[in-house]
């Protein structure tokens, strides 16, 4: 197994994933979905950072600059971390369930005459079959959510484009906006 595991930051807490969330689809599918909440609410993100950006310039607290532009910077930073994150997890989970898919292709071949033994790995293969493929499934899903994101986000931030000091925001940047 990886012995790295991904962790994920909530605002109170830092979650690690195991080789069990990966295997535990709901676990899984729930910490996704919990991540993907800041794409969700991407529209109600950019009004409320924006709000605040303002509210620091009036209150002279805030750097120069044009407050649009310093709202959807940092935005846009969330968004970078939130998918960077997400990727991990999709990642590693893949990992580890094709790895515990050939795990148990590889002792099928060792069980050669025990009927009973065959059929019970053979079942657990299924299984790990259907995780795998939800798993997979995870990667389009992912392209889908962040492609949704960023079109919310640049109908607010049209004339935003990452620093090209930022070399994994422009990684996001230019993935998202390549045919």
């Known amino acids: ?5 991904p962790p994920l930051a909530t605002a109170p ?3 690690y ?9 709901s676990l899984f599918k729930d910490l ?4 993907r909440r800041l794409d969700d609410t991407i529209t109600m993100r950019l009004n409320r950072t924006n709000a605040q950006f303002r509210d620091r310039d009036r209150a002279g607290t805030s750097s120069k600059g044009n407050i649009q532009d310093q709202a959807c910077a940092y935005v846009w930073k969330e968004l970078v971390e939130n998918w960077k994150r997400r990727a991990e997890m999709i990642n590693y989970c893949v990992n580890i369930v094709d790895q515990s898919m050939e795990e148990k292709r590889k002792s099928l ?29 995870e990667l389009a899903i992912e392209k889908i959510v962040r492609q949704r994101s960023i079109d919310a986000f640049q109908s607010r931030c049209q004339y935003f484009s990452p620093p090209l000091t930022d070399a994994e925001a422009r990684k996001w940047w230019d993935a998202l906006h390549m045919p």
């Open 17 to 25: 994933v195991s080789p069990s969330t990966c295997h535990n689809l």
């Open 109 to 137: 071949t060792s069980e050669e005459g025990d009927a009973r033994a065959q059929r019970k790995t053979q079942a657990a293969i299924f299984a790990d079959e259907v995780k795998r493929n939800q798993v997979h499934n």
């Open 1 to 5: 197994m990886p012995s790295k595991q």
């Open 13 to 15: 807490s830092l979650v």
């Open 32 to 35: 996704l979905k919990e991540y």
